[in-house]
């Protein structure tokens, strides 16, 4: 089902909401017992099961096919040692999920241990309920699998009987495992009274309940070492009692963690939403007694509100002029206000054969005599054009602008798309709304404006008998403004909201803009607003009310301060004239508010309104039903049904299943594939179902019928071009049936026919280098016995930056017989074997010693004297990281090409002789501890090494000759994982599986600029094709994985595979056959295709679990996690030649080839940043300019 994607404020915010007075009851947990058709844990102290499971359960980065469970309050991975190893003495050696252990005991009879493996639609609904409620920044998720295990009544183990005959205390708590293919959660529930002890017998003394994650012991190549592990508790036992009373997922009692993550994972995650907003207490009111009658009464933690009083004298209504202050008329004031001009609307006069369309999918059209009307159909209400469920929850989200002064500021604080978002429980009445990025310089004082967000409870009020809400009457379409007068300061403030309907979302949207000035309410102020009424007048196209609202301002030093504002708005919309819609309506309705809460959250500048509303008559006549307090218990997807007297039934909204009580969504999609019909794409939604056109098809004239759209053909994507084949020409489409033929760099002809240019012309390259054509360009390569890179070749090896120093200074020296002799009183540097400075120098001729970093610069603060030496630890004292160095007895870079790997908390490299690995030479480049590095890439240029890091998410560069690894960007990233360079514009690109973005920057980090944010769910392997501007990416999406390709900018975007792909990890492009390959870890398989031509071959079957790949020549090379090795494989036999395994045996993950010369070709952006001022993007036939995201004064 579609949700809101949990990014979205609302989710935390309203949830938090219901939380903050809604602790867990023993009748919230999970079902468990007999009912639930659990099994039961054999009675005792230390007793285990084995539970073998349908589905296994990730934890950390293992797979589990079944798992333990214990007496003692936990579940383990492997079946648990004796109690005595672990009471008081965690971690245990084994893996264990605790969700409240100690030494308990379920002889009594009393307390048992409930267990089943569950996957009903309920179970799994509540599961993904509590896991996305508890990340609210992450994608929801769907569990397929859950565990129920459940502690209940549990007591401590007494080895002897106390005998007092005071009653036990008894522990009840719950841990759900829930499950997906590619993660796993645990939820922990703990009753309100479930902890009724914190502490159980171990040994001679007592030992803190514990609750957490350990890993358990994990095996060395020797030695084995104490996993990983994470404490939810701590020795303390108010840690213990806060589990019932504090949470991580925004209802109070319930924790959630993410436990286990394929295919890779860091460390458990616990929940982000760990505030519990509370209603504001009552505040003293001077012996008022009708004042007090609603505000809420704190009892054991909960808040309950007393039964509403009603007046007992009708109320009596009289048009009077909108004034700035009536005292003797304080609560209710009603407007008539003839000044309004409202345009009304008409139906364009015709029939429903015409306009049908036009109605809600959920509406009837009716004829009339004048026109025609859309009604809608039973189970739904609104005005015909837009409908929506009864009983369904409804959520509505915009953006509010404008500027508003607070007090006598002379600036204003300016809103600028500032996110609102709503949710309504409509069965209840009871509406939230919050709105981000508020400053703390005016948030204090919005908070008396429950106004923001009173329209939505009004549009959706419950209704009571022969009353409708606002919604029911006008739709989602409408424009509401409101005039807020202050008193006695009389500051004025103008709310105008633009209600645009429900989106395709199902959401209402709303855009809101504040002018104006509010009195100030001073930080650390908190605000109650009383219950309120407010009459509401209707007539044709307008609808009016005001109010007058006190409100009482808490302020830090404990004074309160009563303030008053004044209240008037107008709504208009346009309705139906046809019918008797509008006719049947009251004139006058009463909309009553209670249970008003406004809170200002300074730390995540967010402002909270949350209020209980009723529409119903002027006279306020009392109510008992349930249906209409909205007391009745029915789920928040039910619509409450009225009996006789106070009896009522629950029914599931429509969309929905379940007996009313529980409701769960219906996947119309999945029960009816041809909903939509041809040609079209259904997607789920709560509720509802929405129907999409799939490319190059688009809605007919019916609005539901998907027609082919009408494209003119491109000749050089079709390949039906007569330009030369893609290795040496361009085929550029200009439209219609049109395209132009040119020659590639390198090439010369008509683009019809291309012939190779021989650029070996003497004095090409250096003249102790050789030149060899190739098709399209040219290499120089130095002869045997000379070093460099054939423009300019040395019969000496390059020199470290130690060893020119040193032998500068000794070349000016004199030469007696043993050699060159420095001059007295000279200091000479000392070089070690690798050729870099040794950390301490010294002048041999004072005695003076001291050290160094590695650039020969001197430490200050480590100078000796005569006969003492310093203690230097190279780089001051801080072990660096251990960076790429060259021996002294070979080139900067190993003879020809090598390849570059991750492994872990390094990187390796292995030289490559021909197309052999050199196995015996393969040794790491780089050690980073405790970092998982995940993507490689090289820069041919500059000699550098690039990589992508998931621990601390960021993007880094070391020279590959020796030099300090450098971090380039480590801000705004989720999980970067492939990384590719483009060394001739000098750019590089990486994905984000969590930001689900492909984004580009400079190599040194800056100019960023994503230019692929939509459509992506698991992007991983990215490729860059320089010399013709492509752009090629994986989404290892399991439910529709597939390989795209993109201009470098970002354009001509398109999907290049989608059908007969599983797991594509990884991907290479081979410039000088313009193959792309790629290894599927899902089918098995590696495969190439032509992008330029579409045809895909198959290389290679019955590979195992394939993550990086990479080319060079004829061989590819990829990364296997199930073999921990590096892969080398034949592409033309369809075989593999060799394989290669790292001493160290774990996981490898990404790999790129580090050529000893960069590749042949050109593009636009290698000259003069092709004439650019900020990014220089490649494409085929030229280049884009491009600003980075955020940049001021650039103009593409």
Known sequence: CFSCKQGWLVCASFLGFLASVQSIRRDELFPFGPSARDQLLEAGNDQTHQLELSQPVLFYDGTFDSIFINSNGFVATAEPTSEATYLGKMPAKFGMIAALQGDLDTNDGVGKVYFREDSSPDVLRRAAEHINRAFPEDDEVDPTHAVVI????????????????????????????????????????????????????????????????????????????????????????????????????????????????????????????????????????????????????????????????????????????????????????????????????????????NNRNKCSQFADCRDYSSGYCCHCRPGFYGNGIQCVAEGKPQRMNGKVHGKVFVGNSPSPVEFSSNDLHSYVVVNDGRSYVAISDIPYTVGPSLQPLTALGGVIGWAFALEQPGFRNGFSIIGGEFTRQAEVTFVPGNEKLTIRQEFKGIDEHDHLAVSTTLEGRVPEVPPGSTVQIDPYSEIYQYSNNLITSSSTRDYVVSLPDGSTDTRTYQWRQTITFQSCQHGEAMRDIKPTQMLSVDQVFAMYDANNELIRFAMSNKIGDVNGEPVENPCFTGRHGCDTNAVCRPGEGTQFTCQCAAGFNGDGRTCYDIDECRENPQICGPNAICNNQPGTFRCECEDGYQFG?????????????????????????????????????????????????????????????????????????????????????????????????????????????????????????????????????????????????????????????????????????????????????VGPRPRPDVDALPPGTHLLFAQSGRIEHVPLEGYDMKKDGAKAVLHLPEKVIIGVAYDCVEKMVYWTEITSPSISRANIQGGDPTAVIKSDLGSPEGIAIDHLGRTMFWTDSVKDRIEV?????????????????????????????????????????????????????????????????????????????????????????????????????????????????????????????????????GRESDEFQPQKRTKLYGIATAYSQCPSGQNYCAVNNGGCTHLCLATPTGRSCKCPDNAVGCVE
């Open 1001 to 1133: 920057a400079s190599l040194d980090g800056s100019q960023r600029r994503v230019i692929v944010d939509t459509d992506l769910v698991n992007p991983r392997a990215i490729i860059t094709d320089p010399a013709n501007g492509n752009l090629y990416w994986a989404d290892w999406n399991r439910d529709a994985p597939k390989i795209e390709t993109s201009y470098m900018d970002g354009s001509n975007r398109r999907v290049l595979v989608k059908d007969d792909l599983g797991l594509p990890n990884g991907l290479t492009y081979d410039s000088q056959s313009s193959l792309l390959c790629w290894a599927d870890a899902g089918t098995h398989k590696m495969e190439c295709m032509n992008p330029g031509r579409g045809d895909r071959s198959k290389v290679l079957e019955g590979i195992q679990y394939p993550f990086g790949i990479t080319s060079f020549g004829k061989n590819i090379y990829y990364t296997d996690w199930r073999r921990d090795a590096v892969v080398a494989v034949d592409r033309y036999a």
């Open 150 to 353: 459940t502690w209940a009544d549990v007591a401590t183990h007494e080895p002897h009987t106390r005998g007092d005959g005071a009653p036990k205390k008894r522990n009840t708590f719950q841990l759900v495992l829930a499950s997906l293919e590619t993660a796993s959660y645990a939820i922990v529930l703990y009753a309100r009274d479930g902890i009724q002890f914190t502490s159980t017998p171990a040994g001679d003394t007592n030992a803190v309940m514990h609750a957490g994650f350990s890993k358990g012991l994990v095996r060395g190549f020797l030695l084995s070492r104490q996993g990983p592990y994470y404490r939810t508790t701590t020795d303390e036992e108010e840690t213990v009692r806060a589990l019932a009373e504090e949470t991580n997922s925004g209802q109070r009692g319930v924790w959630v963690y993410e436990i286990g993550t394929s295919p890779y994972f860091t460390n458990v995650a616990p929940g982000e939403v760990t505030d519990l907003p509370t209603e504001a207490p009552a505040q003293a009111s001077g012996g008022h007694e009708d004042a007090d009658a609603r505000r809420p009464v704190y009892t054991d933690g909960q808040v309950e509100y007393p039964p509403y009083q009603v007046e007992a004298e009708p109320i009596e209504v009289h048009p009077v002029q909108y004034q700035p202050h009536q005292p003797e008329n304080p609560e209710v004031v009603v407007v008539d206000d003839t000044d309004i001009n409202v345009d009304v609307f008409s139906y364009n006069l015709g029939t429903c054969a």
């Open 701 to 881: 004239g019916d609005g539901q019928t998907c027609v082919e759209v009408n494209r003119p053909v491109d000749p050089c994507e079709e390949g039906t071009h007569t330009c030369d084949i893609p290795e040496r020409a361009q085929c550029s489409y200009t439209g219609g049936s049109s395209y132009i033929c040119s020659c590639l760099p390198g090439f010369i002809g008509d683009g019809r026919v291309c012939e190779d240019i021989d650029e070996c012309q003497p004095g090409r390259c250096h003249q102790d280098a050789v030149c060899i054509n190739t098709q399209g360009s040219f290499t120089c390569q130095c002869r045997p016995g000379y070093y460099g890179d054939g423009f300019s070749c040395s019969s000496e090896r390059t020199k470290t930056q130690c060893e020119t120093h040193r032998d500068s200074l000794l070349g000016v020296t004199e030469f007696g017989p043993r050699g060159p002799r420095p001059p007295v009183g000279q200091y000479i540097p000392t070089c070690d074997e690798n050729g870099a400075y040794n950390p301490m120098q010294c002048h041999d001729s004072t005695g003076h010693c001291w050290c160094v970093d590695r650039n020969g610069q001197e430490i200050p603060g480590t100078r000796s004297g005569p006969g003492s030496r310093p203690m230097c630890i190279e780089n001051g004292g801080v072990p660096p990281p």
